[in-house]
Nanobody, 119 residues
Framework: QVQLVESGGGLVQAGGSLRLSCVAS????????MAWYRQAPGKQRELVAV???????NYGDSVKGRFTISRANVKNTVYLQLNSLKAEDTAVYYC?????????????WGQGTQVTVSS
C-alpha cells in the first residue's frame, strides 16, 4: 500500500510564495516520477510540474519561471516552490507518483492541499 501526503497549502496574497511538500510512504521499491497537478473549481485537472527519477523536469506553460519542483533530502519527498503567485493559481494541488512496489508499477494520488491566492 502506497500513500501520498501533501502539506503546505494555505492562503497567500498575490505576489507571495508557498512551498508544498509531498511525502510518499508504504511498500516502495522505486519512484519513477513524482508530479504536481492542480484543479480549480469548474476546471479540469492540469499538470503543474513533473520530476523524473533521472532528474528531468517539465512544467505547465502557465507556471514556467514561477514554480519549481525539486527533490528533498528526505527520502521519498518532493517539493513544489510557488513564487509570484497569482489569483488564477488558486486550486487544489495534488501530488502524483509513478511508483514500483511489490504489486508492480502503479500510479498514485494524494488527497490534495488547497492553495488560495487573494488579489
Amino acid at each position: 500500500q502506497v500513500q501520498l501526503v501533501e502539506s503546505g497549502g494555505g492562503l497567500v496574497q498575490a505576489g507571495g510564495s508557498l512551498r508544498l511538500s509531498c511525502v510518499a510512504s508504504g511498500s516502495i521499491f522505486s519512484i519513477n516520477a513524482m508530479a504536481w497537478y492542480r484543479q480549480a473549481p469548474g476546471k479540469q485537472r492540469e499538470l503543474v510540474a513533473v520530476l523524473t527519477s533521472g532528474g528531468s523536469t517539465n512544467y505547465g506553460d502557465s507556471v514556467k519561471g514561477r514554480f519549481t519542483i525539486s527533490r528533498a533530502n528526505v527520502k521519498n519527498t518532493v517539493y513544489l516552490q510557488l513564487n509570484s503567485l497569482k489569483a488564477e493559481d488558486t486550486a487544489v494541488y495534488y501530488c502524483n507518483a509513478d511508483i514500483t512496489g511489490p504489486p508492480g508499477r502503479g500510479n498514485y494520488w494524494g488527497q490534495g492541499t488547497q492553495v488560495t491566492v487573494s488579489s
